[in-house]
Structures are given as structure tokens and as C-alpha cells.
């Protein structure tokens, strides 16, 4: 049973959680999509960054909004997160974009970007450019339409509401575990902790929010 099973019917009844289960040969397949994507990235950013965007922009903007609570702020964090993932293969060699974790790592910008959010209360949006200035044209914006990223009726905002009061340190191994669906080590990878601490973190969040969901029910 996951965690959506026992966050108490009334908040989750209809929510669909975001967490997909798959397969060894799931997990194969999208280890060569990533090795393929960071290829593509060493050879030509500005070809296949929007690739990237596409592929990953949904589950940045669904990590943000249930660790801030808020669609603006998470459209605004996804947008710098992406900015900064751009800027940051712009400096590295073919050999280190083609060594990168490259999920983990993604996740660890959005971490950071929201950290330094939730600290300073504001972050300005920045546009996505290329070398020469010009704009990057992107396909698909979740900043844009978060209407389409995230619609979600009251139990759903409940749902977000509670993860986002969370403590931070129980808020996001929880996410990243049962929002986004990553293991255990990618998690500790991100966030640069022992896989022992991770597990104890993720178990104790989800503890929290059933407390929260149950107590949110009964009221």
C-alpha cells in the first residue's frame, strides 16, 4: 500500500498521485533516454535544452508547488531552476554534461532554488537565453499554464497545503519519495545525506501528514 492509501479518504479521495511504479525494463529504458538527452546536450545545449524543458518541466513545477504551496511561487522557482540548470551546462565541458546524474541534479537546483526562496521571500523572474541573447523559444511553459500542470480540486490543495507546512527537512525526502517518485538513493544523492537518514526522514513525513490529513478530516 503507498502513501496515497493512507492519507485519509477525504483529502485524497480522487487525487491521483503523480507517483508511477515501473519496471526493471522501465528503468532501463529511461537510463538510455537520460544517457541519450545528455548526449544530445554535450553536442548541441541550445537544440536539445528544450527537450530537457519538455521532459522534466512538469515534475519540477508538481516538486515546487507541494514544497511551497503556492502555483506562482512554484511557476516562478521551476523557471529559475530551469535558468540556472542552462547557465550551469553552458560551462561545463561535453565530458561533464555527459557524466551528470542528470535527474538528481535537476532536483538539487530546484532544492536550492526553493530554499533560497522560502529565505528571501521573492525571487525575480529571469528569462531564458541563449549565448548570443536572443530568447529560447520553449514548447510547453508549466509557468505559463500552471492550470495545466496542477488542477487540483480543494482536496488536492489540502493535499499541498499539508506537505508544505511540513518541516523542511521532513518535506522534501517526502516529496521527492512520494510525489516524484525517486529512490531512496537519488534522494540522498540530492540532498547530500546518509540513505539511513533519508529513510527516517521520508517515514516520519509521512507520519506528519497523515496526523495533519486525519486532524484536517475530523475539523
Same mark, same amino acid.
Given at each position: 500500500? #503507498?502513501?496515497?492509501?493512507?492519507?485519509? !479518504?477525504?483529502?485524497?479521495?480522487? /487525487?491521483?498521485?503523480?507517483?508511477?511504479?515501473? #519496471? $526493471?525494463?522501465?528503468?532501463?529504458?529511461? +537510463?538510455?533516454?537520460?544517457? %541519450?538527452?545528455?548526449?544530445a546536450? &554535450?553536442?548541441?545545449?541550445?537544440?536539445?535544452? @528544450?527537450?530537457?524543458?519538455? *521532459?522534466?518541466?512538469?515534475?519540477?513545477?508538481?516538486? &515546487?508547488?507541494?514544497?511551497?504551496?503556492d502555483?506562482?511561487?512554484?511557476?516562478?522557482?521551476?523557471?529559475?531552476?530551469?535558468?540556472?540548470?542552462?547557465?550551469?551546462?553552458?560551462?561545463?565541458?561535453?565530458?561533464?554534461? +555527459?557524466?551528470?546524474?542528470?535527474?538528481?541534479?535537476?532536483? *538539487?537546483?530546484?532544492?536550492?532554488?526553493?530554499?533560497?526562496?522560502?529565505?528571501?521571500?521573492? $525571487?525575480?523572474? $529571469?528569462?531564458l537565453?541563449?549565448?548570443? #541573447? %536572443?530568447?529560447?523559444?520553449?514548447?510547453?511553459?508549466?509557468? @505559463?499554464?500552471?492550470?495545466?500542470?496542477?488542477?487540483?480540486?480543494?482536496?488536492?490543495?489540502?493535499?499541498?497545503? &499539508?506537505?508544505?507546512?511540513?518541516?523542511e527537512?521532513?518535506?522534501?525526502?517526502? %516529496?521527492?519519495?512520494?510525489?516524484?517518485?525517486? %529512490?531512496? !538513493? @537519488?534522494? !540522498?544523492?540530492?540532498?547530500?545525506?546518509? /540513505? +539511513?537518514? $533519508?529513510?527516517?526522514?521520508?517515514?516520519? +513525513?509521512?507520519?506528519?501528514?497523515?496526523?495533519?490529513?486525519?486532524? &484536517?478530516?475530523v475539523?
Open positions: 500500500m #503507498g502513501l496515497w492509501s493512507h492519507c485519509g !479518504a477525504g483529502l485524497c479521495n480522487g /487525487l491521483q498521485p503523480l507517483r508511477v511504479s515501473v #519496471g $526493471v525494463q522501465g528503468s532501463v529504458e529511461a +537510463g538510455k533516454r537520460e544517457r %541519450t538527452l545528455l548526449a546536450l &554535450a553536442a548541441d545545449l541550445d537544440g536539445a535544452f @528544450e527537450t530537457l524543458v519538455a *521532459r522534466y518541466q512538469h515534475r519540477l513545477f508538481g516538486c &515546487a508547488y507541494h514544497l511551497l504551496g502555483a506562482g511561487d512554484a511557476e516562478e522557482a521551476a523557471q529559475d531552476a530551469f535558468v540556472r540548470a542552462y547557465r550551469a551546462l553552458a560551462r561545463y565541458g561535453p565530458e561533464r554534461i +555527459g557524466a551528470l546524474a542528470l535527474r538528481p541534479w535537476l532536483y *538539487r537546483i530546484l532544492l536550492n532554488v526553493v530554499r533560497n526562496r522560502v529565505r528571501r521571500k521573492s $525571487v525575480p523572474r $529571469v528569462p537565453e541563449r549565448h548570443d #541573447g %536572443t530568447p529560447l523559444e520553449l514548447a510547453d511553459r508549466p509557468w @505559463e499554464r500552471p492550470e495545466a500542470v496542477v488542477e487540483r480540486a480543494e482536496a488536492a490543495r489540502g493535499l499541498a497545503a &499539508a506537505i508544505a507546512a511540513l518541516p527537512r521532513l518535506r522534501s525526502p517526502l %516529496t521527492l519519495r512520494h510525489i516524484d517518485g525517486l %529512490t531512496y !538513493a @537519488e534522494i !540522498a544523492e540530492i540532498l547530500r545525506q546518509p /540513505l +539511513g537518514t $533519508v529513510k527516517v526522514y521520508v517515514h516520519r +513525513g509521512v507520519g506528519k501528514l497523515r496526523e495533519a490529513l486525519n486532524a &484536517a478530516e475539523s
